[in-house]
């Protein structure tokens, strides 16, 4: 496979071992949310938890990746089957890497990674990965409904007793996909959300200082 010719700037190599389900899980998980055009800060998002969960999974030089509490979320997420994001057998039962690291001509991080093949002969092309910015928006196929569509349905929900009880990202979801449609994307009701808890807007509608038992954020009517 052809490895794309981008400009490098700090160019590193780095060595490092990894299980090779979780490598393969991580990044079929990738696959999924490119092929869906959410973004890796907006799936992380959807997780409640720290803002850069999705990004540094993702990271082939962290050790950080989707634990089976995780795993379980992605599925209620992208409202799928274990299959879909968990590796057939692998060949090895740890992968050894070697990974090209350096900075693109826009100044974004880019990750060459390379899988020493059974035979430990040599390093096999794998993926190259280029790490998104924070809000970068990804096109999408789903459906986009408009930040003021997501509003007011949102602003609908908050009228009745929906936010009386805390609620978790995915339970909004779940819900604006139930009158929005099936194939709703989270985009602009991550950022409604975020528009009605930040007080500096000085609309906070919605607080988000609790935590369910796993530590996810929810969202409840100030």
């Known amino acids: 496979m052809d490895i794309p010719n981008l400009k490098r700037h700090k ?28 973004s890796a800060w907006e799936l992380s998002f959807m997780f409640g938890k720290t803002d850069f969960l999705v990004r540094d999974a993702e990271n082939p030089l962290i ?19 274990l299959p879909s994001v968990m590796p057939p057998k692998t060949e090895q039962d740890i992968n050894h890497l070697e990974i090209i690291s350096y900075f693109n001509e826009i100044r974004n991080n880019v990750y060459e990674i390379f899988i020493r093949d059974a035979k430990k002969v040599d390093y096999i092309f794998f993926k190259t990965i280029e790490v998104e910015k924070k809000y970068q928006e990804l096109p999408t196929d ?20 929906y936010f009386d009880e805390p609620k978790r990202a995915l339970d909004i979801f779940n819900k604006c996909k139930e009158q929005l449609g099936e194939r709703f994307h989270p985009r602009n009701m991550v950022k409604v959300l975020n528009y009605y808890t930040n007080k500096k807007s000085g609309i906070a509608k919605l607080n988000k200082d609790q935590k369910d038992d796993f530590g996810r954020t929810m969202f409840k009517k100030v």
Do not use: M, P, W
Request: overall charge neutral; cysteine-free.
């Open 63 to 81: 050790t950080r990746r989707y634990n089976i509490d995780d795993t379980n979320y992605l599925l209620l997420i992208f409202d799928e089957k």
């Open 11 to 38: 160019k590193s190599d780095h060595k490092i071992s990894v299980t090779a389900i979780d490598f393969f899980k991580t990044y079929l998980v990738r696959d999924k949310r490119l092929a869906l055009g959410i």
């Open 142 to 161: 789903l459906i986009l409904s408009s930040f003021n569509e997501v509003k007011g349905y949102i602003d609908s929900l908050l009228k009745e007793d």
